[in-house]
């Protein structure tokens, strides 16, 4: 919870959320207010839990994917390969490579996002599977502020109805 928004000095919603925040409040808010925030952060809770236990693999994430459709590129840093991600999570994606799976098991990757106009940088990347052009990645590094651009990405999935135009979850 913040008093500060009205001082317009700092954006301390936006510094929280990318701290780890899932929600933020802005004083003053009404107990109906706080209610319903935490409400909806059980819900999400539950969804996530409930789409963990669907399948095996599920099963041993700490964090459910949640589908999306932002176009990618990855690479070594000198050679670059474009896919799209499917799905993503706090600890990684899946991504679908029409062309070609990175040659290398550790690699960079950074995924457009639709808003803000920004890119997720993943400074270090690990493949965990490959199956029918498709690559489960695991995120292994990156930096704190792409963290919490990652988090507001996984907010937003969880924000928006479960059928969103064009199988992307963000907002246009």
């Not at 960079?108 to 490959?130: C, F």
Request: glycine residues 8%; contains cysteine; aromatic residues 6%.
């Amino acid at each position: 919870m913040s008093g500060g928004a009205q001082l317009k000095v700092f954006d301390w919603g936006a510094a929280a959320l990318s701290l780890g925040a899932d929600r933020v409040l802005v004083k003053p808010f009404d107990q109906q207010q706080l209610l319903s925030v935490i409400q909806d952060m059980l819900a999400c809770q539950a969804d996530t839990t409930e789409a963990m236990s669907s399948s095996g693999l599920a099963d041993l994430r700490k964090h459910a994917r949640l589908p999306v459709h932002l176009p990618a590129s990855f690479g070594d840093g000198t050679i670059e390969k474009l896919g799209i991600v499917l799905d993503i999570s706090l600890e990684g994606c899946r991504l679908r490579c029409p062309d070609a799976e990175p040659l290398a098991q550790y690699f960079q990757m950074q995924i457009r996002l639709i808003e803000p106009q920004d890119t997720l940088k993943v400074d270090l990347a690990v493949k965990r599977w490959s199956r029918n052009g498709d690559l489960g990645v695991e995120f292994i590094r990156l930096e704190p502020t792409q963290q919490g651009l990652l988090r507001w990405v996984i907010w937003n999935c969880h924000a928006v109805p479960p059928s969103p135009p064009e199988g992307s979850c963000l907002p246009i």
